[in-house]
């Protein structure tokens, strides 16, 4: 077993990158939680269960940042010294910002499922665009700046795409 305080990918014994296969992931995650299951420290006591039950919080705690693109990327900008600063650095590009103002009037006025429909498949297809760049940053360009700036911009997309879904929902009851 890595220590407590292996980064994610030490745990998993995956590669330090963006991509991952998550068939692999998914495995993993199954091997790490059968070698930590706290009955299998049953008759070492007390201690053992706790430390296997802080395994297992940490492992899946992992497994979520790990399968997750967009918690991924984020994570690997912050192992890097990329801190993604959602909060405080708000600074986009003005083509990006102009396409969130554009989806953001197309949203308001979209009258019927097929049009929020569309504006769904435009944001997914954006977050596709937006995945791949972040891929090449992380992994090939190793530009974690870049990366992080990138990130900021999928969060905006993910959070809209969130929105746009609930307008579905709420249409469809």
Known sequence: MPS?????FELFDVPVQFAQDSAV???????????????KFAAQGAAAQRLAMQWSVRINEAYQRLKNPLRRAMYLCELHGAAIEAESNTAMPADFLMQQMQWREALDDA???????????????????????????????????????????????????????????????
């Open 4 to 8: 407590l305080q292996s980064n994610d």
């Open 25 to 39: 992931l998914d495995a993993r995650w199954k091997e790490l939680q059968r070698e930590a299951h706290p009955d």
């Open 111 to 173: 009258d019927g499922i097929e049009n929020l429909e569309e504006i769904a498949s435009q944001a997914l297809s954006s977050k596709r665009e937006q995945l791949s760049k972040i891929e090449h940053l992380l992994d090939v360009a190793k530009d974690f700046p870049a990366a992080a700036r990138q990130v900021r911009g999928l969060m905006f997309i993910e959070r809209f795409a969130g929105e746009v879904d609930a307008r579905i929902d709420a249409l469809g009851q």
